[in-house]
């Protein structure tokens, strides 16, 4: 099950559209259906809610028909290329905000490390271990509802050095942000701003409640208007149901949102979500079809969770997703990035876009 909230919609979905073989296709069984959606992605119609929900209620028999008609679109705007991520948490902890996920927030009693913004010289060795394990984008994090002033300030700071040194993209998340901030972001250089949505709107208020689905999407909305690239995604797992999920899908088509993160819920002890886990290594590879479906030009990565949920199947998501983080994530840990590099090679695929490695 993906979710223990969602129903059993198999009795009740109706013939998707372009099915002509029978007159109720409840388990989804037509030969080609998914492919024939796939043509139909290409050629500029965009799939609607019912048909990205019936993705996620497709049975373990459609599964690998389905990942075949989603490779057909990664296939089609990114080839076999893959690009990778590196993170930096650059502050840790001391987050007012109550985000029930995160192991960062007032209301988790997990035990990280806890630190203000990183020296100058540390975020630059961040960005030197970035160009080596061959990312194309660094991603500078911190924690807090907000940025104040001497954050904004390092970033602006160190932002340019990285640039000339390494030539690497830069991706700051940085939380809630005004058109200003968003502005002086985009004239230091930085290239996309991270903000997740993480679920929809509806399901919000579930997962926290010192800040707003709505306040996210204005922080999207400065973020474009100071002509940064979206970086925007969520996290499945926290009991929502798919629709909600698939609500998630089409409010970043709307944003037109050029990164996606998907991120899996790791249950962190020390946090209100510590039980909350129950995804499949299937479900996973469902939600990631899904939103290649729904985004299909969108870099798709996949994000957090990935080592602990997909497991075995961590090569299959790269048949839907073309992008991954190398290393570490905030709080959490990630496989070794040797691993990263065997499984792109093995696939036949080939990192793309690196940086300027380091003498």
């Known amino acids: 099950m993906l979710s223990p909230h969602a129903t059993d919609s198999t009795q009740t979905l109706v013939r998707p559209e372009g099915c002509t073989e029978h007159d109720a296709c409840t388990n989804f069984t037509c030969d080609g259906l998914w492919m024939q959606w796939a043509a ?93 394990r061959q990312s194309k984008t660094y991603c500078i994090v911190i924690s807090g509802r907000a940025p104040n002033e001497r954050e904004i300030k390092a970033i602006e700071t160190i932002v340019p050095e990285i640039k000339q040194k390494y030539g690497l993209n830069i991706c700051a998340c940085l939380g809630l942000l005004n058109e200003s901030q968003a502005q002086r972001l985009a004239a230091a250089g930085v290239d996309k701003v991270n903000h997740n949505l993480n ?70 002890d020390g946090t209100p979500m510590e039980q909350k886990e129950y995804l499949s290594p299937r479900d996973c590879l469902r939600a990631l079809a899904m939103f290649r479906f729904v985004n299909p030009s969108s870099e798709l990565r996949i994000a957090g969770g990935r080592e602990r ?39 036949g695929y080939e990192i793309t876009g690196q940086a300027m490695v380091p003498e």
Do not use: W
């Open 309 to 347: 949920h997909l497991r075995s199947l961590q090569p299959l998501g790269l048949l839907v997703a073309n992008s991954i983080f190398v290393g570490d994530y905030l709080t959490t840990e990630g496989q070794p990035p040797q691993e990263d590099y065997h499984m792109i090679q093995d696939l």
């Open 40 to 132: 139909d992605v290409l050629a500029g119609k965009a799939i609607d809610r019912s048909q990205a929900l019936a993705i996620l209620d497709a049975n373990d028999d459609q599964l690998m028909d389905i990942l075949s008609a989603a490779n057909r679109i990664r296939t089609h705007y990114f080839g076999k290329t893959v690009q990778l991520y590196f993170l930096m948490n650059a502050k840790s902890g001391l987050c007012p905000e109550d985000c029930h996920y995160c192991s960062q927030s007032k209301v988790s009693d997990a035990p990280i490390p806890k630190y203000t913004i990183l020296s100058r010289e540390k975020l630059l060795d961040g960005a030197r271990i970035a160009a080596e």
């Open 199 to 268: 679920t929809s709107r509806d399901y919000y208020e579930k997962i926290c409640t010192t800040h707003t689905f709505d306040d996210r999407m204005e922080t999207l909305r400065n973020v474009r208007k100071a002509g940064l690239q979206l970086c925007s995604g969520g996290i499945i797992g926290m009991g929502e149901r798919r629709e909600d999920i698939v609500e998630m899908a089409f409010s970043l088509r709307e944003l037109s949102v050029e990164s996606i993160p998907l991120n899996f819920l790791h249950a962190i």
